[in-house]
């Protein structure tokens, strides 16, 4: 409130306490004439209509003595009433006008002495009309008008004593009134004076206070201070001066604080400073982590700093570098990376899953931290911030502060946190480029030496290591010997169960013969299924011999490949320093042609290296190159073994034979070349070729007028996965013009179980063409019947083995008959192979197979020679002692090998 206000107010409390007594004097007058008028209208007037009221009692007294002399008129008789209700009247306004207990006594006495009385009176002057009338005795109505006059003459008495009490009342009170108004009047002054003392001090009090602040803001004391109370001009000069003091004490705290956060950033400035020069100094990683903790920690004056790694694998950062003063329990932390765990939820685990800062300038205050609030108050820190470090976009660790102050991380000072931790993730990158730079140069070392699947050494380091070899045994006269392994039909298992189960293969057989040889003995890989071991201090080629059938032992034991249990072969060739030769080339040539010999002659074997299989090694190689040339050369021919129909007696088919025209060798049997163009790839042009020309020769006979006949040609394992056997089909068919239907393929078990959905696929796709399909050598391989009933067959082909022993062999005779009652049962045509004796065809015909083929019918002959037979309606045995002389040879020459019929 302002001071001229209370001034005013003052003034006119003044002038209302003066009108206020003058007020209460009026009123004290007003009460006094009060009290006389109340006097003079209550008991005055109460006593007056009492006396009159007793006044017309007398009248009415004797106005009824008169009435006991003569009979009363009627007109005195009507005043007597009158009289009776005047009194009444005059009662009843004794009573309006007093309001005493005593006089209402006194009032109620009279009017029921005055009733009895008039009752009396007036049953005397109105008796009734007829019967008998009771006159009461005079001195009965003389008793009661007594006492009527009795009552109200001590009604008369009881008001004027009550109006003499009153009065005496007024007096006193008037008395008092003028008592009151003195002793107000004197109150009043005394107040006044109060008043105006309190005043003066409530004007002087703020005024003294207000010197007293300006005092202590010119002296810099912002400390204590003054509680303003006031509303008036003086109280907002208080309050002026306690915000200009709230002010001055924030600026100076601001220009504090800003000091002391100038101050701070210019030690983390030095810090960052510190910091780079510790990334340019620093040659490790523990290295530039401590000198990174000690410069943040001597700058910023944390209370501790660490940097936690991640772990591979693990939930839980690894602290990698702690300093300051409470280094040590910083060491000993446990921090997590997983909100899991409760010590995840912390300002380290929550930057490594955010990847980015995250600030606590109350660390106590925030229950999300809880779980580190002990250590926390242990350590002295109050605040904290912890910043992520990143190497390529990934979280790899933390850098942690902690502080003794709260609210010290500014943005300005999170910033130079953040700069200082994006020049460690700088430098871990730096060292990351430069780990993974010397382990690539590391791998391509490793891999110039090494095999990159098996890890084994490969053929530039077994090269070295055989050479290295060499000239130690060399000085030393000490033998070795060198084991050149290759896995038996590993083509196969990688085609079939692909090139993963393959891989998994190489890798099983590493670790195999790793763990199957001496520590001082070298395994290495030369490539695809071919591995080289070098057994040195070998005394005896026996020795050599043993190792290399244990390995043999171990390699065959059976494994599991892509859902399927495999036993896998292998072939080992063996040459032994120094007799077998003298350098690196000698040696593996020997052991390589002793493998390959190994592996002709059955496989799964081991083979000693000789001059005869370097007699072979080299036929070997003019063959494939002779082989190579064979088709260009014209050099390959068809010879045709014809089929008979058992019952007819009827040629109704031939199956084409390669045979090769060698220029030097004169003609070579199939045993000779089909392996080398089945293992060189040339099959498939062979093959090719063979259809192509057996299709043609067909159709030729046709033209010279010959029936037609089935054609039957044998497809290769190679030939069968090719990619390009239908359109070689389609081709052979579209450039020969013959009818499909007179095409047989002819496949073999093991061909179309290596994999049975692309076979039963390729198969119906053939069948489509309608082209006729063949089963060969049935009973040799390991179809199920369940398998062998979705393929799209028309012929099975007994194999020869099952015949050679016809009749004789009840082994035979039962599985003989079996392929036929089975074949029959399925509506299949069967074919016999390799029927040589007149017992034989007796036999096939007794149990109704419906074709035979073999020497008995006829040896494959040229197609100049197939036309003849094909005239006779009926062949007849041909004479066996003419071809005694090459039926040892040509049986062996008709077997089967590599799916080619031979």
Known sequence: MSIRYKFFGMFSVVIAIACALALYGICSVSVIGSYAIRLYDGPFQAVNHARSAHAELNEARRLMQSSLVDRMPRDSIAKFERILASIADELEVVRERVDDRTVSLALQRAESRLRDWSETEISILKPPSGGLTMVPISFSIRQKEDAAAAALDDLVETVAA????????????????????????????????????????????????????????????????????????????????????????????????????KERLTRMLAALSATNEA?????????????????????????????????????????????????????????????????GRGLTGTAFRTKQPCISNNYLADQERS??????????????????????????????????????????????????????????????????????????????????????????????????????????????????????????????????????????????????????????????????????????????????????????????????????????????????????????????????????????????????????????????????????????????????????????????????????????????FIPLAEETGLIVPIGRWIMQTACAQNVAWQREGLPPISMAINVSPRQFSDENLLRDIDDALAASGMEPQLLQIEVTESMVMLNIERAVHLLDSIQSRGVRLAIDDFGTGYSSMSALKRFPIDTIKIDRSFVRELPHNPEDRAIARAIINMGKALGLTIVAEGVETIEQKEFLREHACDEIQGFLISKPVPPENVTAQLLLPTLASPDLQMQCTDSLSDTRACAVLAGFKL
């Not at 108004?181 to 105006?196: D, G, N, P, W, Y």
């Not at 206070?209 to 003086?234: C, H, P, S, T, Y």
């Not at 070295?464 to 060198?482: D, G, K």
């Open 162 to 261: 009550y109006g003499f009490n009153f009065r005496m009342a007024a007096e006193a009170s008037v008395a008092s009134t003028t008592a009151n108004m003195f002793a107000l009047a004197t109150s009043v002054t005394f107040i006044s004076l109060i008043v105006a003392a309190v005043f003066a001090y409530s004007m002087t009090k703020p005024i003294s206070a207000a010197m007293q602040v300006a005092g202590r803001v010119a002296a810099g004391n912002f400390v204590d201070r003054i509680e303003v109370r006031r509303r008036d001009e003086l109280g907002q000069l208080l309050r002026s001066l306690a915000v200009m003091q709230t002010r001055l004490e924030m600026r100076s705290d601001e220009d504090h604080a800003l000091m002391a956060s």
């Open 279 to 343: 990334i340019v100094r620093a040659k490790t990683r523990t290295e530039l982590f401590e000198l990174t903790c000690d410069a943040a920690v001597n700058g910023a004056q944390f209370t501790w700093t660490t940097i936690a790694l991640a772990e591979p694998g693990s939930d839980f950062l690894r602290i990698v570098a702690a300093s300051g003063p409470r280094a040590e329990t910083a060491r000993s932390l446990k921090v997590a990376v997983s909100p899991a765990y409760p010590e």
């Open 371 to 672: 779980a580190f609030h002990d250590i926390v108050r242990r350590t002295g820190s109050k605040s904290g911030a912890a910043l992520p470090l990143l190497s390529r976009g990934h979280a790899v660790g933390v850098l942690l502060f902690m502080a003794a102050e709260e609210g010290i991380f500014t943005s300005e000072f999170v910033e130079l946190l953040e700069r200082l931790a994006t020049n460690i993730s700088f430098a871990l990158e730096n060292f990351d480029r430069t780990d993974e730079k010397a382990m690539a140069e590391e791998r391509i070392k490793y891999l110039a030496t090494h095999d990159s699947l098996t890890d084994l050494p490969n053929r530039a380091m077994f090269s070295q290591l055989l050479n290295h070899s060499v000239e130690v045994a060399e000085r030393q006269q000490r033998p070795f010997a060198l084991l050149f392994i290759d896995l038996d039909r590993f083509k196969i298992i990688n085609d079939s169960l692909g090139h993963a189960a393959g891989d998994a293969l190489l890798v099983e057989m590493a670790k195999r013969l790793r763990g199957g040889l001496r520590a001082n003995d070298v395994v290495a890989r030369l490539g695809g299924d071919e591995f080289v071991i070098l057994l040195n201090d070998v005394a005896e080629q026996q020795h050599a011999a043993t190792v290399a059938h244990h390995l043999l032992s171990i390699i065959s034991e059976p494994l599991e490949l892509g859902g399927h249990e495999c036993r896998v072969t292998a072939s080992i060739g063996v040459a032994i320093f120094p007799k077998d030769g003298n350098d690196e080339r000698d040696l593996m040539m020997k052991a390589d042609s002793a493998m390959y010999l190994a592996k002709q002659e059955g496989k799964n074997d081991v083979r000693h290296c000789s001059d005869e299989i370097k007699t072979q090694s080299v036929d070997r190689l003019m063959m494939e190159a002779g082989l190579r040339r064979a088709l260009d050369r014209n050099e390959l021919c068809l010879h045709y073994q014809p089929k008979l129909d058992i019952a007819t007696g009827r040629v109704v088919g031939v199956e084409a034979l390669l045979r090769w025209l060698h220029p030097d060798f004169g003609l070579l049997p199939p045993l000779r």
